[in-house]
């Protein structure tokens, strides 16, 4: 199973940019759809994006539609996340892990798997 590190977040004002990164071991991430997931305090994580795992298709959450773009680069081992625009309700924790479709249609990570999330917080 794949293990993962998130890294790239920090403080930035409102209309600014990051890039997250997703480094993987343990397995290849070529044979997995990827996903990136916001958690706040007290709150059930969310998904945000997943990209399949050619890199070929991708999907969002409306709320970061135009602004956040996913993308990976296998031959690395890793995923991205670059988040234009942002806004102070994007401050949250963000997770990456390998993503599968429940039948009712949610994307959901691998439970067990999720790493130590990287803090995303914009200042107004």
């Known amino acids: 199973q794949v293990q993962v590190v998130e890294s790239g977040g920090g403080l930035v004002q409102a209309g600014g940019s990051l890039r997250l990164s997703c480094a993987a071991s343990g397995s290849a991430i070529s044979s997995y759809d990827m996903g990136w997931f916001r958690q706040a305090p007290g709150k059930e994580r969310e998904f945000v994006a997943r990209i399949d795992w050619t890199g070929g298709w991708t999907n969002y959450a409306d709320s970061v539609k135009g602004r956040f773009t996913i993308s990976r680069d296998n031959a690395k081992n890793t995923m991205y996340l670059q988040m234009n625009s942002l806004k102070p309700e994007n401050k949250d924790v963000y997770y990456c892990?390998?993503?599968?479709?429940?039948?009712?249609?949610?994307?959901?990570?691998?439970?067990?798997?999720w790493g130590q999330g990287t803090q995303v917080t914009v200042s107004s």
């Open positions: 892990n390998t993503v599968t479709r429940r039948r009712g249609g949610d994307y959901v990570g691998a439970e067990g798997y």
